[in-house]
């Protein structure tokens, strides 16, 4: 089964690519009647495909980069909101408590915001996983500190390197939601043992 499934896939992109490229030449004829092949400008079949090799993925139009991006921050909005509720509920100081409060309205408005952008675009976002097991607030702030500072050089990247300006919008306002964060976190972190 996996061999004839194999030479069928092999098989389906050999006639496409022939396909592609007989598409890609028109017939045409010189002057004294001698048939010709020529290359048009840009055809159809032509500007897809060189389309798909710039990067741009089919998936709701959004390249990979965006794709992923998109993902990963919907995956980790949704681990901040739920690691929040538990600090909320089992830290001991109460600048953990305010710093968990923090993160589930400001990762809660993302991750709504990121929602619409992509649902806009057709697209489903994944569900998330909730949140670690609580083993104490510096455990807490340490793993605050190291997923903010992830964030945000995937933010930051987004901002600069992707291809949907809505996405680029959303990560370069997150982008400066996740520096507070990290700064905040890091200011709290730093003064628990």
């Known amino acids: ?25 028109a017939q045409q004829t010189d002057s004294e009647g001698t048939r010709i092949m020529k290359r048009p400008s840009a055809t159809p079949a032509a500007s897809a495909a060189a389309a798909n090799t710039k990067g741009a ?19 980790g909005g949704m681990m901040e909101v739920a690691g929040g509720k538990n ?36 697209l489903k976002l994944p569900g998330g996983s909730g949140a670690p097991k609580w083993s104490g607030d510096k455990a807490y702030m340490d793993m605050m500190v190291q997923d903010h500072t992830n964030d ?6 987004e ?22 964060h990290l700064k905040l976190a890091k200011q709290i972190d730093g003064k628990l043992k």
């Not at 959004?62 to 995956?75: G, T």
């Not at 809505?166 to 939601?177: I, P, Q, T, V």
């Open 1 to 25: 089964m996996k061999n004839k499934t194999s030479i069928l896939i092999r098989g389906t992109i050999g006639a496409v690519a022939v396909a592609l490229v007989s598409g890609a030449y």
């Open 57 to 75: 993925a089919p998936k709701g139009g959004l390249s990979a980069q965006d794709n992923q991006f998109a993902s990963a921050a919907a995956k």
């Open 87 to 122: 600090a909320e509920k089992h830290a001991q100081n109460a600048d953990v408590k305010q710093f968990g409060n923090r993160m589930v309205t400001d990762h809660s408005k993302a991750n709504n915001e990121l929602k619409a952008i992509v649902t806009k675009k057709g």
């Open 152 to 157: 945000l050089a995937e933010f930051k990247t």
């Open 159 to 180: 901002a600069s390197k992707g291809s949907d300006p809505d996405l680029k919008a959303f990560a370069s306002r997150g982008e400066k939601m996740v520096a507070e």
